[in-house]
């Protein structure tokens, strides 16, 4: 007959069962990772071909018309003492602080009404995040006083940015948690904000010149 004591030894040295105790632990830890390495891999995948996006709206901007209403023509002659003679029309912005009137710098959303909004975002859609729309870009035109002559085409630093983005996880982290069976927020880590980029070019008299 079996004593008690000797059912309490074999009890604790039996190992059968161990490995499915083991994998019942290991395998969220290796889900949320393996899906983690998956969603920060297409996050980079993103970032990266954003970053080249952003490039080819801002060249193509540079060489378009405005995306936003209210950016000038031309560079207009800035205040003039009475004291002086005025500058003649084709003289360098840069020459003196007062040649050419500071423009304000234009921001706005892109909007496909706009035929030069419209073709970058035609050009880039691809490359962006999924839920990313033309709204997301931002269009800036900023005065530099040394680009650009009195009377000349207005010549602007332009500047596009995307912007206001989430970057949405394939499978949300709380799913992942909750293989565990811990008790976790709805959507916990389902999205992050994408970060936002911006290039800056000197335009190339926004397509309003004769010469180019």
Do not use: K
């Not at 709206?57 to 002086?84: E, Y």
């Not at 009404?113 to 900023?142: R, V």
């Amino acid at each position: 007959m079996t004593s008690y004591p000797g059912m309490i030894r074999r009890f604790r040295a039996n190992e059968d069962g161990a490995a499915i105790v083991e994998f019942t632990i290991a395998m969220p830890l290796f889900l949320f990772v393996f899906f983690g390495l998956l969603d920060f891999g297409r996050l980079a995948f993103h970032y990266v071909t954003a970053e080249r996006a952003m490039h080819v709206a801002a060249r193509v901007a540079a060489v378009r018309p405005p995306a936003c209403n209210g950016v000038p023509l031309i560079n207009a002659r800035g205040l003039i003492s009475q004291s002086t003679l005025p500058p003649d029309f084709g003289t360098a912005c840069s020459a003196a602080s007062d040649v050419c009137a500071a423009a304000v710098a234009v921001t706005c959303v892109g909007n496909s009404a706009n035929a030069t909004a419209s073709e970058i975002w035609t050009l880039i859609q691809g490359a962006m995040p999924n839920d990313a729309t033309i709204a997301n870009l931002s269009f800036n035109y900023d005065y530099d006083r040394n680009l650009g002559f009195l009377g000349g085409p207005y010549v602007p630093v332009v500047t596009v940015e995307v912007q206001n983005l989430n970057f949405q996880f394939l499978s949300p982290l709380s799913a992942i948690v909750g293989i565990s069976g811990a008790a976790v927020a709805p959507g916990l880590g389902s999205d992050i904000p994408f970060p936002p980029m911006s290039v800056s070019l000197p335009a190339e008299d926004l397509a309003l010149g004769t010469d180019g």
